[in-house]
């Protein structure tokens, strides 16, 4: 079964987009991109889909097309979930490896955080990307395409 990556691209750092296309130009592996509007990076090929500005439309695509031995990275933990439970390769941008043993976990963390938020007890802010958080990113990345390629 031939392996296609997929990045829901709309909060992709262009770090992780630039990596991922050009390992898997090297392995010879397909990269699509799916988000609301065009997104680019600075290397070739891949393929890119813009959905709808419907909400989840790029997570529901994604869904809909990656099959087991795919490999999807996303930042989106509710998403994540689904991919899961089809048993489909899933990592974020940071270098987590979403899994049965700890999706609900990270789910419960997320309602969690959210729920502070939403009371005014914690501020949401963006902590930007690093080079730390990409190596991670760039270690996980390795050990589950290798994983599925091996498959």
């Known amino acids: 079964m031939e ?23 090297r392995l010879n592996i397909g990269v699509s991109f799916v988000a609301n509007k065009k997104i680019g990076c600075d ?6 889909i813009v959905c709808s500005n419907e909400k989840d439309a790029a997570d529901n ?7 087991q031995n795919d490999l ?4 989106d933990i509710v998403f994540a979930a689904k991919l899961v439970e089809k048993n489909i390769v899933c990592i974020n941008d940071r270098g987590t490896t979403f899994n049965k ?10 309602d969690f955080d959210l729920q502070l938020a939403q009371m005014g007890l914690s501020k949401h802010f963006n902590e930007g990307y690093d080079k730390k958080k990409f190596e991670s990113f760039a ?3 390795d050990k589950a395409i290798h994983q599925l390629l091996k498959n």
């Not at 290397?43 to 890119?48: D, G, H, I, V």
């Not at 999807?72 to 930042?75: F, H, K, L, P």
């Open 3 to 25: 392996t296609h990556i997929w990045i829901d691209a709309d909060s992709c750092p262009l770090m992780v987009r630039n990596h991922t296309v050009k390992e898997a130009s």
């Open 43 to 48: 290397y070739s090929p891949f393929n890119m």
């Open 61 to 67: 695509y994604i869904l809909l097309n990656a099959k």
């Open 72 to 75: 999807v990275i996303t930042r």
């Open 101 to 110: 043993d700890n999706i609900k976990t990270l789910l419960s963390n997320r």
């Open 139 to 141: 270690n996980s990345f």
